[in-house]
């Protein structure tokens, strides 16, 4: 199938290429505004004088107004540019900030967070919206979404990670329009009494509700978790053992509702509604009730982006079954549905479930039909799941590259979890709805509330069974974004020749594949011709990386090594090895000497190029830099703070540079 023959493929392209160039580029808004207008008013008029469409001064034209249009829809969706917004006011220290909760996030160890918008700033209307933080010791103080507070406070920089290779929390709010944060305790803010309900916040009560009936049944607290994901797209209430074998199997979409959910729905809907089609304008009625009953849920699920956005390809979807077109209609109505979703929200494309979603819903329009194909079972049961094992591996190889790149693994039983789960998840969330509204109304028998425990119980189950098998569980995988582009070109390629065989795509292919095996054992040789050595900031513990290649010694003295820290870095630099051992008091990189100060406070009478502080020792820092004369001081997030801040200021005065990993970050020892 030529993708590219469809216009509105070729103007989503030409949008997304548009917003990529916005969001690596900062273009004036006003100026973009102008050159858009002005490429449409000249493709109008080339348009008027050759009445010819296909000309290549129109496609030129054409194509510079649509990169035009991505790029200045995505400047004038961020809020920072917009001439209200929070960051342009000059405020003092306290401030009197007025926030509405948008979005409450799901809590970590310390604090309970939240997405706040800001509505004023003293007597100024303003626009935006902040991470909100509240520390954990204020329990008492409940907030949802819609409840509005007072706070006397100023807002604070989003941190950068402090180590190597770690997620990049600020980048991923910085895509969701969010700059800044603000923490607060509980006896720093007030709620109002005047907060207006909007329709998410009616939906968030609402699914709260619902959340509080269940509660009253007698499910189990591990299916309890699963079924409010599953069904209201609830997962704060998961556990993390659960949650991690969803994750080995292959199947944590189905905890998060999506597209799978809502088309499953649709489905459901769809068959219920059949008889329907007997009656006078029966179809017209099937699709305006399935379109009702579609949003209905996604309300009750509470409103969410990724619910919206489902909900909102899912009702393109109807009318497509409503207008029963030909499939290449079909792949047209779901580019243009793209094409709108990218127009209102291009941030969209940032999103990993935005990619992920529609990766799987393309390759499954482009890939599946190829792979049914190949064989047609004669016993309908058989075709059906061969039909299903082949939307599985269509869906999986259209989102794998992506998997990969965010990721780093791939579980290699995935098709026994889709096998086995989804042709039972119709029943699953048909039976969970029927559970949600007799349980609304006092109406649920305990036969039904046992059954419904028992089968989520074995979906749990036959999940922690698949990720049990660790030897089909592939993680560490690196996979940088070269990597992503040149899979996807070689999954193009290889689609493209089984379409039409041909000798100039069996070049293409190979020439794919070449490039992306060149790229990849480049990297390898790069990683092993490497080498660093770096101080990394950890909370009340000293750790030094030393990688030479392939090879990593982890130079340390604490016993508990969280995990996170050392796997991130270590699929980064494509590690082959690990190794510990203690920390000593001094060492020689790259014939530079790095003297360790530990909390016995002794040193040697020797010169060094860099001190490193550890565990709080008591030292007078004056006599220290007279005795050694270092080129630079380091203190990693073993020290206490009130240390940190003398040192710094001892620092300052004698002009030796001074680096706090809690500040600054990690240390490369150069």
């Known amino acids: 199938m030529k993708l590219l023959a469809f216009i509105p493929i070729r103007l989503t392209l030409l949008l997304i290429l548009g917003i990529l160039i916005g969001y690596f580029f900062q273009i004036d808004p006003q100026y973009l505004l102008l050159s858009t207008v002005s490429l449409f008013l000249l493709l109008a008029a080339i ?104 706070t006397f406070s100023q807002v604070l920089p989003i941190n950068t990670p402090l180590n190597p290779n770690q997620f990049n929390y600020k980048k991923y709010l910085k895509n969701l329009g969010v700059y800044h944060q603000m923490k607060i305790t509980g006896k720093q803010l007030i709620k109002t009494k005047n907060s207006n309900t909007t329709l998410r916040g009616l939906a968030s009560k609402t699914r709260n509700h619902i959340i509080s009936k269940l509660r009253q049944e007698n499910f189990g607290a591990d299916e309890l978790g699963v079924i409010q994901a599953l069904l209201l797209g609830e997962r704060s209430y998961i556990s993390k053992e659960t949650y991690t074998d969803y994750q080995k199997a292959g199947a944590v979409h189905i905890l998060a509702v999506s597209g799978l959910h809502i088309g499953i729905l649709l489905i459901i809907i769809q068959f219920l509604l059949r008889p329907l089609n007997n009656t006078p304008n029966g179809r017209t009625i099937i699709l305006m009730l399935s379109v009702l009953f579609l949003w209905i849920f996604a309300f009750i699920a509470g409103l969410s982006a990724s619910i919206i956005r489902a909900t909102t390809m899912f009702t393109f979807v109807a009318y497509a079954l409503y207008l029963n077109r030909p499939h290449n209609s079909f792949n047209i109505l779901a580019l243009s549905m793209l094409f709108i979703l990218l127009f209102i929200n291009p941030n969209l494309l940032f999103q990993v479930g935005f990619q992920m979603s529609y990766a799987a819903v393309f390759a499954i329009l482009w890939i599946f039909p190829i792979l049914r194909d190949l064989w047609f079972p004669k016993h309908k049961v058989a075709r059906y799941f061969w039909q299903l094992l082949c939307v599985s591996i269509a869906a999986q190889l259209g989102v794998l590259p992506i998997s990969l790149f965010y990721f780093h693994q791939f579980p290699g039983l995935f098709f026994i979890s889709n096998l086995v789960i989804v042709p039972a998840l119709g029943i699953i969330l048909g039976m969970g709805i029927l559970v949600i509204l007799l349980s609304l109304f006092n109406w649920l028998p305990s036969q039904i509330a046992w059954l419904y425990n028992n089968i989520i119980g074995l979906m749990n189950s036959l999940i922690a069974w698949v990720a049990q098998q660790e030897n089909f569980i592939f ?163 073993s020290n206490y703070k009130s240390y940190i801040d003398r040192w710094k200021t001892t620092c300052l005065k004698n002009k030796i540079p001074f680096h706090y990993t809690g500040e600054k970050g990690a240390y490369y020892l150069k």
């Open 47 to 150: 348009f008027l004088f050759e009445k010819n469409t296909k000309s290549v001064l129109f496609g030129c034209i054409a194509a510079l107004t649509f990169i035009s249009l991505g790029n200045y829809c995505y400047t004038a969706a961020q809020p920072i540019n917009s001439s209200n917004h929070y960051s342009n006011f000059t405020t003092p220290h306290n401030e009197k900030w007025t926030l509405k909760i948008k979005e409450v996030l799901k809590p970590n160890q310390f604090s309970t967070r939240f997405i706040a918008s800001v509505k004023n700033i003293g007597n100024e209307l303003v626009s935006g919206t902040i991470l909100l933080t509240i520390p954990k010791d204020s329990s008492h103080l409940r907030l949802e979404i819609d409840d509005e507070i007072v």
């Open 475 to 637: 993680s560490s995988i690196s996979f940088d974004s070269m990597q992503l582009l040149l899979a996807y070109i070689v999954l193009v390629m290889g689609v493209e020749l089984y379409a039409k065989f041909s000798f100039k795509r069996i070049i293409f292919l190979l020439s794919s594949i070449l490039c992306f095996q060149g790229y990849t054992v480049y990297e390898e040789l790069q990683a092993n011709n490497t080498s660093e050595a770096l101080v990394l900031h950890q909370t009340k513990q000293s750790f030094i990386f030393n990688k030479n290649g392939q090879k990593l010694s982890i130079l340390t003295n604490s016993k508990d090594i969280p995990n996170y820290l050392i796997s991130d870095y270590k699929t980064a630099q494509r590690i082959a090895s690990v190794q510990y051992d203690s920390l000593k008091n001094s060492y020689w990189f790259q014939e530079k000497k790095l003297l360790i100060i530990d909390s016995s406070g002794i040193y040697p009478k020797s010169t060094a190029n860099n001190v490193l502080l550890t565990q709080s020792p008591k030292i007078n820092l004056d006599r220290l830099i007279d005795s050694i004369r270092p080129h630079k001081i380091i203190a990693d997030g």
